[in-house]
């Protein structure tokens, strides 16, 4: 299976403008002085921090560079939304009632470590500095399921350079929250708490690379990371932290959460690849959500023409294939 993605060239001329057609939408809400739910739409917020599961606002315009791909179809939110990973309640995939107590309200995060101001944030007042849109991807989990999701989301490159990273900034950490009290998971400490992965700068800083704040035109269900997860799209989805509260530029690749439970089957790189078999399965194939159906996996999940680049032979001959994936 091959999957393409339209070239930038090929943005029609609606698209290439429509972000300025909405802020100026916005600015215009403003000088009208429109109150209520028109001034939630002006602040770009109106509940970006509320209620997961809550419709988004504004509605994001849906980025049409990306699509599920040739015969794949968007997963039904059912499907997606009740077979999920998150070990912080429960290590298995019905998850989703427990993380309802996830509270997400005044959710702050701390950006951290080689940049040229720490500081903390509060979710909701960085949501509204990003340009918000919708893009449709492929999701591909280490264990041989996928699924493709419309993510509310905004490239994870805007945050780096909001974060104002200095140059001895050569990779950046992921952290989930830790709190046992809500998070059942956490009290077995057998895990090394608190969930986090990382990427390098320039993984980071790729266009592709995204911070998701909702999902299927809703504020982000809490079972999905609210408010805030990664999705690295070319990835296995461990990668992927949920529910973000700090981030951390650093110049020591970081061991990740699965990396220090088992290095030889999550590794730090772990790009999608069909013929570099996990140690216990094989990744040649993927079951995907929702349906009946088994189809070929494709090396990193199809996204191979944006991010192929990253992966010199130089690299790939110093890490080791296996690792390398
Ligand atoms: N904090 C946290 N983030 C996490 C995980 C987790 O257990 N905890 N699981 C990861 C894995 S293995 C996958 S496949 C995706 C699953 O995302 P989904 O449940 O939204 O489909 O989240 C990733 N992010
Ligand atoms: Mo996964």
Redesign the pocket.
């Known amino acids: 299976m091959i999957y393409h993605r339209k070239p930038t060239w090929h943005i029609p001329e609606a698209q290439a403008t429509a972000e300025s057609a909405f802020f100026n939408r916005r600015q215009l809400l403003a000088t009208m002085g429109l109150g209520g739910a028109a001034s939630a739409l002006v602040a770009g917020r109106a509940n970006a921090a509320a209620v997961p599961g809550d419709d988004f606002e504004p509605v994001p315009e849906r980025n049409e560079l990306f699509e599920a791909g040739e015969d794949r179809e968007i997963t039904e939110e059912k499907a997606?939304t009740t077979y999920?990973?998150?070990?912080?309640f429960g290590s298995h995939k019905q998850i989703s009632k427990k993380a309802q107590a996830l509270d997400t309200e005044g959710w702050t995060i701390k950006i951290d470590g080689h940049v040229e101001k720490e500081m903390v944030i509060d979710a909701e007042d960085l949501i509204a500095k990003m340009s918000i849109e919708e893009r449709v991807t492929r999701?591909r989990?280490?264990e041989a399921w996928s699924?493709v999701v419309p993510w509310v989301c905004f490239p994870l490159a805007d945050l780096v350079k909001f974060a104002n990273p200095t140059s001895d900034a050569k990779y950046v950490r992921f952290e989930?929250f830790l709190d046992p009290k809500i998070a059942s998971g956490q009290r077995q400490g057998w895990y090394p708490w608190a969930?986090n992965d990382g990427l390098t700068i320039e993984e980071a800083t790729n266009p592709i690379a995204l911070m998701v704040v909702g999902a299927y035109g809703k504020v982000l269900h809490k079972?999905?990371?609210a408010p805030m997860?990664l999705h690295v799209p070319w990835k296995y989805?461990?990668k992927?932290?949920?529910?973000i509260n700090r981030i951390t530029f650093t110049d020591e690749r970081p061991v990740s959460f699965w990396e220090e439970i088992a290095k030889t089957e999550y590794g730090f790189w772990a790009n999608v690849n069909p013929e570099v078999k996990h140690p216990r399965w094989s990744q040649a194939t993927e079951r995907v959500l929702g349906t009946t159906e088994r189809i070929p996996t494709v090396k990193f999940n199809g996204y191979g023409e944006d991010v192929a680049s990253l992966y010199s032979d130089t690299l790939a001959k110093k890490e080791g294939v296996r690792l390398w994936r």
């Open positions: 997606a999920n990973n998150f070990y912080e999701h989990c280490v699924m989930t969930y079972q999905f990371g997860r989805g461990f992927s932290v949920k529910s």
